[in-house]
């Protein structure tokens, strides 16, 4: 008789814990606490997060400036903690977590903070003490049924390059692939099924096989090439890949700021394990207690951004993308005009999000 396992993985939320893009005060299909909602917490079911998680909403970006006294009062520290994202996470029941290259951007000692609050356990193989040591090893998770799941986490190198030097003390952070590697080897004989939980993303188009690019910022498709791990939870790229096999492994990928979580279904027995997966949109209510636990925090953020900081004489709206490059536009002017100003530079290049609000 087969084992099952089911995982329902989320990655890139970026801190968007409530239903909001914060351009408007509509509810919206997205965020934590909407998918969250949808997690069952049965002992042969696994939530696990791909990275990016302590940066990037407003929400985030305001707790990282309140002072620590200011911090502590922002939550109910005796049940949850202090930090709100790790609180989020432990109402949401997540067991193991990777880091990906944004949880770097505020330094060590605050992603520790994070992840001293965290109730998961944080795997990522490749980020090493200074005496060489594995800062997050692997782990091993029995399931309720007696499955034995080997859960491995990966970062892409491309933090040495991104982050500043200062965030990283302490620690370095090695390619991701003979990391992975070192690990599945150990794992082999010694578990049912085996999952790696890589914070990067795809260097080849799945459809065809054909290189996107030629840098090691994503390897996923190598990772399957190479590795043959049973599963490949995949992020970093925002890209939703709904689940497929590559290379005799099932990968999938989310979208990002909590629009969708992939539930991911295997089932093992003496002839294999067998692999499916279905795409989970927010889209039910966010419970009331979690929306009232983190409001002082979200009210605070929401004022924030309501604080008056200038008056345009007209509006500076987004266009098109295409449109936008063929005639410019006056926010990338005015990103450009700053940075010129700023820096005392000859030539500035700016670019505008995906979903760029507008002034």
Same mark, same amino acid.
């Given at each position: ?45 696994? *939530? ?24 502590? @009062? ?34 060590? @000692? ?35 049924? %007696?499955?034995?799941?080997?859960? #491995? %986490? *990966? ?17 370095? *952070? ?22 790696? #939980? ?24 190598? /990772?399957?090439?190479?590795? %043959? ?50 795409? /989970? ?60 100003? @700023?820096?005392? @530079? ?14």
């Amino acid at each position: 008789m087969a084992k099952t396992l089911t995982i329902r993985y989320t990655s890139d939320t970026h801190g968007y814990l409530y239903p909001t893009n914060y351009a408007d005060m509509q509810d919206r299909p997205m965020g934590l606490m909407k998918l969250a909602s949808e997690f069952p917490h049965d002992g042969n079911t696994l *939530i696990i997060d791909g990275g990016d998680t302590i940066q990037g909403s407003p929400l985030t970006n305001l707790y990282q400036r309140l002072s620590p006294e200011e911090k502590a @009062a922002c939550l109910s520290e005796d049940t949850y903690g202090t930090h709100p994202i790790a609180a989020m996470m432990n109402l949401a029941g997540y067991q193991f977590v990777t880091l990906g290259n944004h949880d770097f951007n505020y330094g060590m @000692a605050y992603l520790d903070s994070y992840l001293d609050a965290l109730h998961a356990r944080c795997v990522c193989q490749n980020v090493r003490r200074a005496d060489g040591s594995t800062r997050f090893p692997a782990r091993v998770h029995t399931l309720e049924n %007696g499955l034995r799941v080997g859960i #491995v %986490g *990966i970062v892409t190198d491309y933090v040495n390059i991104w982050e500043r030097p200062e965030h990283l003390s302490g620690i370095t *952070i090695e390619d991701p692939l003979p990391a992975a590697a070192s690990a599945l080897a150990a794992l082999k004989g010694n578990v049912d099924l085996t999952v790696c #939980v890589y914070h990067g993303g795809f260097e080849r188009d799945l459809a065809s096989g054909r290189t996107l690019s030629a840098t090691r910022e994503n390897v996923a498709y190598r /990772i399957c090439q190479e590795l %043959g791990f049973d599963i490949l939870l995949t992020g970093h790229q925002h890209m939703s890949v709904p689940g497929q096999m590559v290379q005799g492994t099932f990968v999938v990928q989310p979208s990002d700021k909590g629009q969708e979580f992939l539930k991911v279904e295997a089932a093992v027995s003496d002839d294999g394990a067998q692999f499916s997966s279905r795409t /989970i949109h927010a889209a039910g209510p966010c419970r009331p207690e979690w929306l009232a636990e983190f409001s002082s925090m979200e009210r605070g953020a929401q004022d924030w951004l309501d604080e008056v900081v200038g008056h345009l004489p007209e509006p500076m709206t987004i266009d098109t993308p295409l449109h936008m490059a063929a005639s410019g536009n006056p926010l990338a002017d005015l990103f450009n005009t700053v940075q010129l100003l @700023a820096s005392g @530079a000859q030539i500035s290049v700016t670019s505008l999000a995906n979903d760029a609000a507008g002034l």
